[in-house]
DNA sequence: CAGTATAGTAAACGATCGTTCACTTGTCAA
DNA sequence: TTGACAAGTGAACGATCGTTTACTATACTG
């Protein structure tokens, strides 16, 4: 029943991150589920209806499960308030849960690809491919930043260029995980490490 | 005539770049350039062979028109050799070369798109993605960065973590650069700057 | 028990896919 | 001038696309 619709959504995610949308039919879909093309209409009036629902299931991960990885919520969009009390250790565990939550959550992980095959073709994907992992978190960063700045916590430096040193190996890492590395979670662990070292007061 | 198969050859590039291989039709193709599809198949025995065609272009690309960006050849494979005289001028001026040429360069930018959108469907393709933007930079950056330190003119240090550190920015602001932002280079040249500073000899 | 959604199948729809083929045109060498 | 070849057209091929429809079995509800 409401399972079923459940597993139509993540195994077409699955594909969708792998192939692209344009490339996944919707046989393909049936037949991964052990079901026929006819069964999924059903459960999604149509295709598009089942890329659209995988994009608003992960906005609402954003604000609910992405809690659990002890992110900020709407980590992604820039939020306002409750910045004001970040230290470094928030920051650290912050972006740690960030880059785990990218690169091996079960549903983040796929969507994010998905995100990155469709970004050239739709421009509302290409803005939330942006907002999710690209530019969105320098901008937050950097808003962090001039907090910690004003709070002396961080020595005052220009947080723009600061946000990008800081976020680009993340960034980086998560495109290695995608290639196989699986030592990115230490290796962003000393980078920002040292950040830290170079930049708290 | 042979113009021809060069048009054929950057527009069906062009289209893969935006949609992916998979979503473009010969008809798209044929459409965009003002001929029917029929007339593809007298420069081209298939839809695959025009994709391959790309990518072998590419290849050559790296070893010849490269060169005009001031970069050292077959930048992207790891060359051993010709790394052991590059100074922090060198330096910077191939990594400022290399963003101009994977965002600007008519052919390197939408196949370095194209390469990110198949990424994950051929392991072949993901693997190239791989050695050109990807971790490819960082090994040979990391090497780059082993001799400047046994030549003095780098301060000694965790060269991997460090090639890391310097590419990261670099492989961001090309995605950035993806999504419309335009002061890539200037941001990039100021990180360059600083990363020397705090390293140089 | 009768009635009615729900979830699934199998077949069919028109459209489009990649590819081929018969045919026309223009160009250049013999 | 003729003949061969290269480049392009337009129609057709079978296969597959997304979607709809008719139908079946199951389960809940009055």
Redesign the pocket.
């Known amino acids: ?2 399972d ?1 619709k459940e597993r139509i959504l993540t195994t077409a995610l699955h594909l969708f991150a792998r192939d692209g949308y344009e490339a ?5 879909i ?1 037949q991964a589920l ?6 999924l ?3 999604y ?4 209806n089942l890329f659209d629902s995988t994009i608003q299931r992960m906005l609402e991960l954003d604000s609910t499960a992405a809690r659990q990885y002890g992110m900020p919520e709407q980590a992604f969009q820039a939020d306002e308030s409750g910045y004001d009390q970040v230290d470094w250790d928030d920051l650290k565990r912050f972006t740690l849960a960030q880059f785990r939550f990218w690169t091996e959550d079960s549903f983040a992980c796929p969507l994010r690809r998905m995100l990155s095959l469709e970004q050239y073709r739709s421009e509302e994907m290409g803005k939330l491919y942006q907002e999710m992992v690209v530019s969105g978190p320098v901008h937050y960063t950097a808003d962090i930043f001039r907090r910690m700045m004003k709070n002396g916590r961080m020595k005052p430096g220009d947080a723009d260029a600061l946000a990008a040193q800081f976020y680009a190996p993340m960034f980086l890492l998560i495109a290695m995980a995608d290639g196989g590395a699986n030592d990115g979670l230490s290796v962003l662990q000393s980078l920002i490490d040292d950040f830290a070292g170079r930049w708290r007061i």
């Open positions: 029943m409401n079923t996944v039919s919707v046989s393909d049936a052990g079901m026929t093309k006819g069964a209409y059903k459960h009036k149509n295709k598009r």
